[in-house]
């Protein structure tokens, strides 16, 4: 991997991403990547990879530098579907949403709208993943939509096609 001048290390340590360096800092401040945790920043393999293919962040393993298909294959070591939910990520990300851990609601994302700053403002929708050959359970699929509506939150589905395109379903509650 090309080196970008101002480019910062990111150690990968167990299934952590993390940096305690200036830039780490001023992106967590300003652009909402990672959080600021015991005085580093701990991202997410999403956030990570977004900045590692965007230049922005090394990442180091064991103090060696790691390309694109060893962190590729790592993270697909933790998390079997990182590729889709990293589509999803990125895809949003890049339209100026901000993506955050939706694990405590049950979901893989908890996503902020433009404009709207994590730790201020409420996010607006809870994003789960699914791919398109997965049958729905309909136990969870409700849970989801009461934890989402108990929080004031709108379910978010990405569903990934046959040929990798992302289908996105916004699920709302109709009230008689």
Known sequence: MIKKQNQFEAQ???KNISSNSKKAYTLSKENFFGEL???KV????????FLFKNKEMGILQNKKNLNENEVLKKFLKIDKEFSSK????ESLRKK???LKSGIKYGADFSVYEKGKKPGKDHSSFLLSVEPFS?????EKFILKNRVANSTKKKV????????????YYRIDWIKF
């Open 37 to 39: 945790t015991s005085g």
């Open 42 to 49: 701990i991202y997410s393999l999403q956030e990570g990879f």
């Open 86 to 89: 990293y589509q999803v990520f």
């Open 12 to 14: 990968l340590i167990g």
């Open 156 to 167: 978010l589905l990405a569903i990934q096609d046959e040929e990798g395109n992302i289908l």
């Open 96 to 98: 100026g949403l901000i």
């Open 134 to 138: 997965k049958k729905v359970n309909w």
